[in-house]
């Protein structure tokens, strides 16, 4: 069997010997970010809180906030605690909405993500003898690059594909004999799709075993499509380029949570409105404390990604603290006619109804002062579009569980398979047209 760990003596370390560590990297890299980043300067300043006043990790509560904005704000190199020729690397993040965010990284900073990145490998059944299938993009995005240096750090063969050309990638896939791939869990779904329109054994062409999705929001039902469909386990793993891209946290075989990567990176749950911290087990807002990062630091990082987090102890043995399953962001969240929703509600709801599969777009729109959602999905291949009294019934029946599920009555437009459009990248769930009104 392939070792469990990567880094044992770290990812078993005892909860007392780990608060020692952060205890002693945080006082550090406060006083790091204080005398090196003026942005920090400044807001300690604010609220006259010194360097010293910040004595353990049980402080990081006294420290402000630090934004998106701020980044955005100091573009491109006002965050950076370094000068330029210690970079070695840019990457900037996606940026759906308005400017680029910028992150620098030095080669420690490098190596430390590959180290994460190889840790999550591991967690996925990866060893120094795998063959590491990258479809996430290279380039500003972090997927690509980011894994790649990972399965290099473990040693296993990196196949950078990167994203697009599906029928090549399925072709490097059966000619490598990959047993390990990375992308979005969308994308997974797609590959899934055309090896079996081109009529792809899976176990017999196609010899995966495991396999890292993330950088979108997905649900436990869409796990077990991709393992099905697949015929590999799918872990969760998840980052960010202004953190470090994928590898913060990443969960293991038993599932019970991704484990957070907390020797470098510290989660906190907050309280999206109020922002008081709250304890393990209640949703509210990710905020992340890097602590060892060089190039660019944050310190208490609003992520706008709403999850819990658990120290339930895990039977892999490892000690971290772990992420429950990234619902969204508060960015994602709709607000139909007052009620919350996230779109990862509409897909678990749709992954348990038979007949129609994982391709959905949501429409929303405001008609005459009303809130109005529908939910186009894609019809299963074994159902026939002409049967127009059994597609009558499904829309009826899918209705009443949308509407019984998320607390809102929604429009169903159920089309032909293929009709919606496939993502090689993050999947575009909603299109919003209040925004635009
Ligand atoms: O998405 C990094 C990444 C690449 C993670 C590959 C995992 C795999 P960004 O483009 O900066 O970086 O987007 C970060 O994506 O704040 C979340 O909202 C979302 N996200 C990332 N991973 C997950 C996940 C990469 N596993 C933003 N579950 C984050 C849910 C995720 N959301």
Redesign the pocket.
Not at 212 to 218: M, S, T, Y
């Given at each position: 069997m392939a070792n469990r760990y990567f880094n044992k003596e770290i990812e078993t370390m005892s909860h007392s010997e780990k608060e020692v560590l952060q205890s002693e990297r945080l006082v550090k890299m406060v006083k790091y970010v204080y005398d090196r980043v003026k942005p920090y300067r400044e807001k300690m300043d604010a609220i006259k809180l010194k360097p010293s006043d910040i004595k353990s990790i049980k402080d990081i509560y006294k420290l402000p906030y630090t934004l998106k904005h701020d980044l955005r704000e100091n573009y491109p190199f006002g965050m950076m605690a370094v000068p330029r020729k210690d970079l070695v690397r840019l990457h900037a993040?996606?940026a759906t909405t308005g400017k680029l965010t910028v992150a620098g990284y030095t080669q420690k900073d490098i190596d430390v993500w590959a180290e994460c990145g190889a840790r999550s490998l591991v967690m996925a059944g990866a060893s120094e003898n795998s063959v590491v299938h990258i479809a996430?993009g290279y380039g500003l995005?972090?997927?690509g690059l980011?894994?790649h240096y990972a399965a290099e750090k473990l040693g296993a063969v990196a196949v950078p594909v990167s994203s697009g050309n599906t029928a090549r990638q399925i072709q490097l896939l059966k000619d490598f004999e990959a047993d390990i791939i990375?992308c979005?869990p969308s994308y997974a779904i797609y590959l899934a799709e055309q090896m079996q329109l081109m009529g792809i054994e899976i176990g017999k062409d196609i010899k995966l075993t495991g396999g890292?999705?993330?950088?979108?929001?997905?649900t436990d039902g869409m796990r077990k499509e991709i393992e099905q469909r697949l015929g590999l386990k799918a872990r969760?793993?998840?980052?960010?380029?202004?953190i470090a891209?994928?590898g913060v946290a990443c969960d293991c075989e038993f599932e019970t949570g991704?484990h957070f990567q907390d020797d470098h990176y510290f989660p906190e749950i907050v309280d999206k409105d109020t922002l008081e911290p709250i304890g393990y087990d209640a949703e509210g807002e990710l905020v992340i404390t890097t602590l060892t990062k060089e190039g660019m630091p944050l310190i208490r990082y609003r992520?706008?990604?709403i999850a819990s987090l658990s120290n339930a102890p895990c039977p892999c043995g490892r000690t971290s603290v772990k992420l429950n399953?990234?619902t969204?962001?508060s960015d994602d969240m709709l607000i139909i006619r007052g009620v919350n929703v996230f779109p990862s509600q509409v897909e678990s709801t749709l992954l348990e109804f038979e007949g129609v599969e994982p391709h959905y777009h949501i429409n929303v729109d405001r008609i005459n002062n009303l809130d109005t959602m529908e939910i186009v999905v894609e019809l299963s291949p074994s159902v026939k579009i002409d049967e127009v009294k059994t597609i009558e019934i499904m829309r009826k029946e899918l209705a009443a569980k949308i509407a019984s599920s998320i607390s809102v009555s929604a429009k169903i437009t159920l089309v032909s398979p293929g009709s919606i459009e496939r993502s090689e990248h993050?999947a575009k769930r909603v299109t919003d047209l209040r925004k635009l009104k």
């Open positions: 993040s996606s996430y995005f972090t997927g980011g894994i990375c979005t890292l999705f993330g950088a979108e929001a997905w969760d793993i998840y980052g960010l380029s202004e891209g994928p991704l992520t706008r990604d399953r990234v969204g962001r993050k």
